[in-house]
């Protein structure tokens, strides 16, 4: 199985990773379908607005709702985090090389999300890259049932695991 899953120290840190190896896959003539986060300040210093990019180079979605300034918990829009999911399966079945999922959050561990998504990509032998916190680490450990590998969060490591697993090593270097 080629799944793998990856965690960045700071707050935003996987997300910046994800993005960045996308885009250099992308430059290097890769087939990467999923999503990656970008997250943006917010002027009125609330939380930060929380969108995805549907790879590889689809629509940006707003994932985030604004709850006003003194709402706490999550911010997550369901709804749209649900599009996404469309999208990537509809991109998925054109056919990928990778498949670069930006989280596996609270809705993959309660199996919704890109849970299915996952276990598609993992079904039709694509390679499988997640994001993932320490706080659903133990959901996605035991939805892969052992069989993820840890990646370091380095940009060299992760692309040397793409190229391993991919059948455009040679173009990937």
């Not at 379908?33 to 629509?59: F, H, K, W, Y």
Request: aromatic letters at 4%; glycine letters at 10%; charged letters at 25%.
């Amino acid at each position: 199985m080629k799944l793998a899953y990856t965690m960045a120290p700071g707050r935003g840190d996987t997300d910046l990773v994800l993005e960045r190896l996308a885009a250099d896959l992308a430059a290097r003539g890769l087939r990467c379908c999923g999503t990656v986060q970008i997250n943006s300040e917010r002027a009125d210093a609330g939380p930060c607005d929380m969108d995805v990019r549907v790879l590889p180079d689809g629509a940006v979605l707003r994932i985030s709702q604004d709850l006003g300034p003194q709402a706490r918990g999550c911010r997550l829009d369901p709804a749209a985090l649900e599009t996404a999911v469309g999208l990537v399966t509809a991109g998925l079945s054109s056919g990928a090389d990778l498949l670069i999922v930006n989280k596996f959050g609270k809705h993959e561990s309660e199996g919704r999300g890109f849970r299915s998504v996952i276990a598609e990509a993992v079904a039709m032998d694509i390679p499988v890259l997640v994001g993932i916190n320490a706080l659903n680490r133990p959901a996605f450990e035991s939805f892969a049932e052992g069989l993820a590998i840890q990646l370091p969060s380095d940009p060299a490591a992760l692309m040397s695991w793409v190229k391993d697993v991919t059948a455009k090593a040679d173009e990937v270097v």
